[in-house]
């Protein structure tokens, strides 16, 4: 570990003498730790060391808390034995002036919660919120109600199928220390506010069950014709297949999508191949222009005429048109044959445009060697290429072959079974 951090710390400070960096950082380190170590002492002891025992020991008081409880861990010691004892402490019990308090406290606190998401009780259309307990004030809640069909104690509303307000009380009754309560609380309930669509889907269902009750003697069942919103138009679901075209629809715009994406990539792919196959020819013209004594621009515009003559379309000639487009209007060389080799993207173009670019800024001596070597390991390259193509294609041809073999097995041992038979 030691020595990971002084390569660390080498990498990190190289212009630096190892024996100070590391006195540096050893000293940094150990002021981190100890101003850490103070400051968590100054935090943690106090607390540690006091607790809870002065007010125990010399009051034997625990401050109860305003409301509710709280829980607090002791430790008791008679000299002999000791424990740790979990308490709980409740809030002061209230009395007289203090307990009626108490409770109008609650029921205020009730009459806050108990709408919910309703307006007002006079106008309850969605569930009410019954709590059984205030625990901050320590006080448990018990509920009634006049009509356990429309409101129920947990504050559920039944008004589905309420057609009409209805008019309800409901009770609260607030437990305190053995000290109860009650009032009661006047509740309008309202028929449930359906959407336009609920009650239209409501009305429809229930003409529905009509109908279907009055014609249930009949070999047919008939469906209204209308209802308080307009007429009725019936169709089986299911019969027009739009959604099944339309999802055909999406998986052929998929299939071409990711079609075109792999013809893309096969074109790159065989691009690539092109180039690679048409390298070594592209080098030998090269060499054979430079060695008739023309130099690398000559050469490099009377191969892109050459390849304008011809009329066949090869992407190493495209990409030399297009560097000889950039020279005329003005690209410096350097860049321009730079820019060629980028554009082609294989290693052996990268090459010779670096041989390229060692010409233009050292001088021609020696190009025509240096091509020449690149020539012999181009060539040593495609006799290796052609060696593995040839064993790929004897494995490939493996299967045929025993293909074939079965093939004469069966036309040698047929005959002959068949006269053994005989």
């Not at 060391?49 to 009051?59: D, M, P, Q, Y």
């Not at 055909?248 to 994406?261: A, K």
């Not at 010779?352 to 001088?363: C, E």
């Amino acid at each position: 570990m030691k020595q990971e951090v002084k390569d660390m710390l080498g990498m990190l400070y190289p212009m630096e003498k190892a024996e100070s960096r590391e006195k540096r950082f050893e000293r940094g380190r150990r002021t981190k730790v100890l101003t850490a170590g103070l400051l968590l002492a100054a935090v943690l002891l106090p607390p540690a060391i006091s607790g809870t025992k002065g007010a125990v020991l010399e009051a034997y008081r625990i401050t109860r808390p305003e409301k509710g409880s709280s829980e607090v861990l002791l430790t008791v010691d008679s000299g002999t034995y000791s424990a740790q004892i979990p308490l709980e402490v409740g809030a002061k019990v209230r009395t007289g002036g203090e307990l009626e308090e108490l409770f109008s406290e609650a029921f205020e606190e009730l009459e806050k919660r108990m709408q919910g998401k309703n307006s007002s009780l006079s106008e309850v259309e969605y569930s009410l919120v019954l709590p059984d307990a205030l625990p901050e004030l320590g006080v448990e809640i018990y509920w009634e109600t006049s009509d356990s069909t429309l409101l129920q104690p947990d504050g559920s509303v039944c008004n589905h199928e309420l057609e009409k307000p209805a008019g309800i009380v409901l009770g609260a009754t607030v437990v305190y220390a053995g000290e109860s309560r009650k009032r009661s609380y006047p509740v309008t309930i309202l028929p449930y506010p359906y959407s336009g669509q609920e009650l239209f889907e409501r009305e429809v269902l229930r003409a529905v069950g009509e109908s279907s009750e009055r014609t249930s003697e009949l070999d047919y069942m008939e469906l209204p014709q209308s209802v308080s919103s307009g007429e009725l138009y019936w169709e089986e679901a299911g019969r027009s297949g739009a959604s099944g075209l339309l999802l055909l629809w999406v998986v052929l715009l998929l299939l071409l999508y990711f079609h075109e994406t792999s013809e893309l990539l096969g074109r790159m792919k065989k691009r690539e191949g092109q180039l690679l196959a048409d390298y070594p020819d592209f080098l030998s013209r090269f060499l054979l222009l430079l060695g008739a004594g023309m130099n690398v621009r000559g050469a490099w515009e009377r191969m892109t005429e050459d390849y304008k003559k011809n009329g066949r379309c090869r992407y190493v000639y495209e990409e030399m048109k297009r560097t000889a487009a950039q020279l005329e209007v003005g690209m410096p060389e350097l860049q321009a044959y730079e820019i060629f080799g980028r554009r082609c993207g294989l290693l052996p173009y990268l090459r010779f445009t670096a041989i390229l670019s060692q010409n233009l800024r050292k001088g021609s001596r020696g190009i025509a060697e240096l091509l020449q070597s690149e020539a012999r390991e181009v060539f040593s390259e495609r006799m290796a290429q052609a060696r593995r193509k040839g064993e790929e294609a004897g494995t490939r041809l493996l299967l045929p072959m025993g293909g074939m073999l079965v093939l004469v097995l069966v036309v040698i041992l047929v005959p002959a079974f068949a006269s053994f038979a005989l």
